[in-house]
C-alpha cells in the first residue's frame, strides 16, 4: 500500500515560523512588565495578529509557553550562542561574554528586576545549563566546603543582567566598562579560592 507523501511547502513553513516567532515577541512583552505573574495567550493573540487558536496550535500549554520563550530569549540575547564555562580558568571569560551580550539587548533592563512569576520559571529554565558549569568549575577548584560554596554562591548572583544593570542605573558606570569590571571580579573570586587551596597543602 503506498503511502501518501507529505507535501512540504517552503512559503508555508517560513510563515508558520514567522507567526511563532511572532507570538514569542508578544509573550516577551509581557514580560517586559515585571509585575507580570502569568502569560496570556488572547493578548498574545491580539498583538501578533492571530486568532487564540492559533496561539494554542504553537504554544498548547504553559510548559510548552515557558520553554520556546526561554529560547527566543536566547537568540535575541546570544544570536551566536552560549559557550557555557568549561572550568574555572574559562570563568572570567563566561561573565564577560554574558554580560557584554546580555547588557545590548533593551529588554535585559526590564527583565532585571523581574524576579517573581512566569519570567522567574524562564529564566531558571534558559539557565541550568550555564549555572550547573559555574558550580562544577568552583567546585574543581577544590577548596574547603564552606568557601566553595560562598564562592559558588557570590558567582551565581553575579550570573544574570540583574547584576550589571544596577551597576549603572545605581552606580553610574559605563555600560561598556561593566562586563570587564563583572569578569576581574569572578578571577578575583577564583583566585582567592586557588590561593586558600595551596595555602591548605602546605
Known amino acids: 500500500m503506498n503511502q501518501a507523501r507529505r507535501y512540504v511547502s517552503p512559503k508555508r513553513e517560513a510563515q508558520a515560523e514567522a507567526t511563532r516567532e511572532a507570538i514569542l515577541a508578544a509573550f516577551a512583552d509581557q514580560l517586559s512588565d515585571p509585575e507580570r505573574d502569568e502569560l496570556s495567550p488572547s493578548d498574545a493573540a491580539q498583538r501578533a495578529g492571530v486568532s487564540v487558536r492559533t496561539v494554542h496550535s504553537h504554544f498548547p500549554n504553559r510548559a510548552s509557553q515557558i520553554a520556546a520563550l526561554g529560547d527566543w530569549f536566547d537568540r535575541q540575547f546570544y544570536p551566536h550562542g552560549v559557550v557555557v564555562a568549561r572550568d574555572a580558568d574559562d570563568l572570567p571569560r563566561y561573565f564577560r561574554d554574558m554580560h557584554t551580550k546580555a547588557l545590548q ?93 595551596t595555602e591548605l597543602s602546605q
Open 105 to 197: 539587548h533593551p529588554i535585559a533592563r526590564a527583565l532585571a528586576n523581574a524576579t517573581r512569576g512566569v519570567w522567574s520559571e524562564v529564566r531558571q529554565k534558559r539557565r541550568a545549563e550555564r549555572l550547573d558549569a559555574i558550580r562544577r568549575a568552583v567546585k574543581e577548584i577544590g577548596a574547603p566546603r564552606r568557601a566553595t560554596e560562598d564562592a559558588t554562591a557570590m558567582l551565581l548572583s553575579l550570573s544574570g543582567a540583574d547584576a550589571s544593570w544596577p551597576l549603572h542605573d545605581l552606580y553610574g558606570l559605563p555600560l561598556k566598562r561593566i562586563p570587564n569590571v563583572i569578569a576581574k571580579t569572578v578571577e578575583l573570586v577564583v583566585d582567592d579560592l586557588r590561593t586558600l587551596v
